[in-house]
């Protein structure tokens, strides 16, 4: 439903002295300034990722790089560097293409895993598994080197609570998701739209652990999400 | 709690203000590193000005198609489901948000910082209900949890209390037994706010930028309290003030660099959370209901004047991080929950003119507001606008301001009145006197006396001077 609004906006037309726009405003296609893409503008993929890793260590997370090969192995010495027992992750078809399916198995875990695979058939009984893991794990759908974030597009499988909830977070980060900046997702994002595509209900850019500094300025981590985040940069063509 | 507390007399807020040494000092330090970050990162990302221009071009054309920009919005939120509300008034917004919860029958409310809805008294008119209503923003938590005491800072409403103030307004209140160490302090209410996320209702957020093209609502934090908010509860209701929007997610990522760094310095915060509508088919976590409230609550009364630059306002605090007023007599001084140079345009506007008349006057018009507000607002010319306003159309300048001036009027008009009131002067204010300073003067000069030092009249007169001088024979 939508409510009271023609009388809303008929004062604010009145309020800027003219009548209701009814044709479609022209957005400026092109502002007179675009200095937003300019920036890292021409870097090569291994100009971005050395922005990114130097990015990550200043808003306090910790970043890891491997081949896909090893994927498997850098994952798995993380998690247990978190003391991570239980694990939560989102059903993403590329764990199976980075070889993770025996790390992810949720029966007889050959590691000696507890681990919750999000499943939306399984309703809320995924939040409260979250809520208990030690170690989420999701993979970035695009990331952006400028701020070191990793963008979460949520959806079936990739519920928002895994990278949430639980106490630390682990960031799959493959290397051709990434971007010089927030400027490129944006523009992706928007070409979906443009495209008539819908747009995720959820799409949360992460950088960092979760952190406040209400307290005198202090900066302090995992006030209401996770206490650690790690990105481990796979590459992955 | 509305856009108004404290005491109503602005100076005796400013004289608590300024005998507060611990705010004051608080404050300062609040103020330098918040300014020095964001120095930082505007130098970081080069082009400073080009990116302003940017910001305020976009800022402007969003407010000039507004109405459009708007019922483009509403369209998408009601296509994907969504409720939009839009409320004239601070009533109509919170009778609106008070049935919402009613139908839900719920009690439990999660918030996450929000400055329309403190605007706007709605946690008084859920609480009225029988609702609990918990502020999950670490700094709003602190506030609510000491009785409400009112927030000082846009971006940091808590930065006048010191860690043991926090310690013990949680031992007082909560129970909490633990060292005054942050790190300790905020692990106690990580196990606190756990629950009240989980067992919520009903979740409310603000909106930092709603994206029209989309139907995106978008929140900045750091803590991640707005992702939990609007993840855990089955409703979620987010309320924004309707110049708070953006044509496409294009604009939006620009706003929101502008936003993180002109607010604390980081190029983006922890948690930049877009959300579309409510949980889409086969989502488990995120809300089956989403409401919007889009709030006038007397904004559009600013449109079309010449003071509608306000409104490009991202809510960013960086003019109070330069501002020497503000450093002097600290956020709550203002009465408004909008403090420092941005508060004194704003409130006057949306509070009303007789509750905040002197706020216009609490500013050096240096300019440094203008010169860090990253959308380009010329704050201090409205600044000067307003105390045109109240001093030329109004007539209505303080009763003491017009008596004093009209005396100074009659006795400067006349030579003979003039010099026997300078000498007098001095004679006059000697009981306040010390060191050459009025400290505490009377009537009309105790408002500034008691903000700063007035010289005592000198005790040789410039027309007495320039006769010695002549006397003596010395040249002009």
């Known amino acids: 439903m939508i409510y009271n609004r023609e009388a809303f906006l008929e004062r604010i037309a009145r309020k800027l002295g003219r009548p209701r726009i009814s044709e479609p405003v022209k957005r400026p296609s092109h502002w007179k300034h675009g200095p937003q893409w300019r920036t890292l503008a021409g870097a090569t993929p291994e100009e971005l990722l050395s922005v990114f890793e130097r990015q990550c260590r200043m808003i306090h997370t910790d970043v890891r790089r491997t081949e896909s090969s090893s994927l498997p192995d850098v994952l798995l010495e993380t998690i247990r560097s978190y003391d991570g027992k239980s694990v939560i992750c989102s059903d993403d078809p590329r764990f199976a293409e980075f070889g993770l399916s025996s790390l992810f198995a949720t029966q007889d875990n050959p590691y000696g895993l507890d681990v919750h695979i999000w499943n939306p058939e399984k309703g809320k009984i995924n939040i409260e598994r979250a809520e208990q893991a030690d170690v989420g794990i999701a993979i970035s759908d695009i990331t952006l080197a400028e701020s070191g974030t990793v963008v979460l597009m949520s959806g079936g499988g990739k519920g928002r609570s895994v990278s949430l909830l639980p106490r630390y977070f682990i960031a799959i980060v493959p290397l051709s998701t990434l971007v010089p900046r927030m400027t490129q997702a944006a523009r992706m994002i928007r070409e979906r739209i443009e495209r008539g595509e819908a747009i995720p209900s959820s799409v949360n850019f992460i950088s960092g652990p979760s952190n406040s500094a209400d307290i005198e300025m202090n900066l302090v981590v995992g006030v209401h999400g996770p206490v650690k985040a790690t990105c481990i940069v796979v590459t992955d063509r | ?476």
């Open chain 2, 1 to 476: 709690m509305g856009i108004q507390f404290g005491d109503v007399v602005f100076y005796r807020r400013v004289d608590k203000g300024i005998r507060d040494q611990f705010m004051r000092s608080a404050v300062r330090a609040a103020q330098e590193r918040m300014r020095t970050s964001r120095l930082r990162a505007a130098e970081e990302l080069g082009d400073w000005e080009e990116w302003r221009r940017l910001g305020e071009e976009i800022r402007r054309h969003t407010l000039e198609h507004l109405d459009y920009y708007l019922e483009q919005l509403s369209d998408r939120v009601h296509a994907l489901g969504g409720h939009v509300f839009f409320a004239q008034t601070a009533e109509e917004a919170t009778s609106y948000i008070r049935d919402v919860v009613q139908k839900r029958d719920a009690r439990r409310i999660v918030k996450s910082k929000s400055m329309v809805t403190e605007e706007i008294s709605l946690n008084d008119v859920l609480e009225a209900i029988g609702c609990r209503v918990v502020e999950t923003d670490l700094g709003e938590y602190i506030l609510q949890v000491d009785d409400h005491d009112p927030p000082s800072h846009i971006v940091g409403p808590s930065v006048h209390k010191d860690r043991e103030r926090i310690r013990r307004v949680f031992a007082e209140k909560l129970g909490y037994t633990g060292s005054a160490e942050p790190e300790e302090m905020t692990a106690f209410v990580r196990q606190q706010l756990r629950p009240d996320f989980l067992t919520a209702e009903v979740g409310i957020t603000g909106c930092n930028f709603a994206v029209a093209e989309s139907g995106t609502v978008c929140l900045v934090t750091n803590e991640g309290n707005g992702r939990l908010v609007t993840s855990l509860p089955p409703v979620h209701i987010a309320v924004m003030g309707m110049e708070r929007i953006v044509p496409t997610w294009e604009e939006l990522e620009v706003m929101v660099g502008l936003l993180c760094r002109s607010a604390v310095g980081q190029k983006l915060t922890s948690y930049i959370n877009c959300l579309t509508g409510p949980k889409a088919a086969g989502d488990v976590d995120g809300p089956e209901e989403f409401h919007l409230v889009i709030i006038d609550n007397g904004r559009s009364d600013i449109l079309g004047t010449e003071f509608q630059s306000v409104l490009q306002c991202i809510r960013c605090g960086a003019c109070l991080n330069v501002c020497p007023v503000y450093r002097h007599i600290g956020g709550q001084a203002y009465g408004s929950i909008y403090s420092g140079p941005i508060g004194a345009v704003l409130s006057p506007l949306l509070g009303g003119e007789d509750l905040y008349r002197e706020l216009p006057y609490a500013s050096s018009l240096c300019a440094a507001c203008t010169e860090a507000c990253p959308v380009n607002i010329p704050l201090h010319d409205l600044l000067i606008r307003h105390r045109q306003k109240t001093a030329e159309e109004k007539r209505q300048s303080p009763l003491g301001e017009r008596l004093a001036m009209k005396a100074f009027g009659m006795v400067a008009e006349s030579p003979r009145l003039y010099r026997w009131g300078t000498k007098l002067a001095r004679t006059a204010l000697l009981p306040w006197e010390e060191d050459g300073v009025i400290r505490q003067g009377p009537g009309p000069l105790q408002p500034w006396t008691s903000i700063r030092d007035l010289p005592s009249p000198e005790r040789e007169t410039f027309r007495e001077w320039f006769e010695n001088r002549r006397k003596r024979g010395e040249r002009p």
